[in-house]
T-cell receptor
């Protein structure tokens, strides 16, 4: 399943399917991006990051894709599991300081 | 090792009272951030510390909000004369170098009645 993070904040997928969570950012000067996962009642946890000199980065079951031309970031989760159910946030650093700007988040629900 | 800790985990206060929220960052992390998260919303940046100084206070919503950090470690976020709209989860994060991965605490859930 796919979501456009800011417009469709809820995504439901079947266990075992792949998930794609999207994030649009606004500042072309942004040069560092992080995806966070936030489970209910907990603080956000780092999943994966990518710098603007890369288009793709892979982790364990997760891949982040960066398209600087259209200022778009996506998180792909392979073989989604019930433990992946959480809210996912993208965060961008605009290269001029230390503040990260967070997206509104996408709630992922995995259906067993 | 120990992560970021915050206290209290929950705080219920009456409108008009002052509250103090505490954050203990990971040892050695020089950068410390405070965020506010309302129910079902994203993270709203409040303030950032590098060491004991706060070069960016741009996110503090009003002069009722203030924060300090001592010894390059513990930070306290103070909200004076609390209002109902202050009800939210207040998250603290720390990082080693600046503009790097932030490690978040579990948050303090503030409810103003």
């Amino acid at each position: 399943g796919e979501s456009v993070g800011l417009h469709l904040p809820t995504l439901s997928v079947q266990e075992g399917d792949n998930s794609i969570i999207n994030c649009a950012y606004s500042n072309s000067a942004s040069d560092y991006f992080i995806w966070y996962k936030q489970e209910s009642g907990k603080g956000p946890q780092f999943i994966i990051d990518i710098r603007s000199n890369m288009d793709k980065r892979q982790g364990q079951r997760v891949t982040v894709l960066l398209n600087k031309t259209v200022k778009h970031l996506s998180l792909q989760i392979a073989a989604t599991q019930p433990g992946d159910s959480a809210v996912y946030f993208c965060a961008e650093n605009r290269g001029t300081g230390n503040q990260f700007y967070f997206g509104t988040g996408t709630s992922l629900t995995v259906i067993p | 090792g120990a992560g970021v800790s915050q206290s209290p985990s929950n705080k219920v206060t009456e409108k008009g009272k002052d509250v103090e929220l505490r954050c203990d960052p990971i040892s050695g992390h020089t950068a410390l951030y405070w965020y506010r998260q309302s129910l079902g919303q994203g993270l709203e940046f409040l303030i950032y510390f590098q060491g004991n100084s706060a070069p960016d206070k741009s996110g503090l919503p009003s002069d009722r909000f203030s924060a300090e950090r001592t010894g390059g470690s513990v930070s306290t976020l103070t909200i004076q004369r609390t209002q109902q709209e202050d009800s939210a989860v207040y998250l603290c994060a720390s990082s080693k170098p600046i503009a790097a991965e932030q490690y978040f605490g579990p948050g303090t859930r503030l409810t103003v009645t």
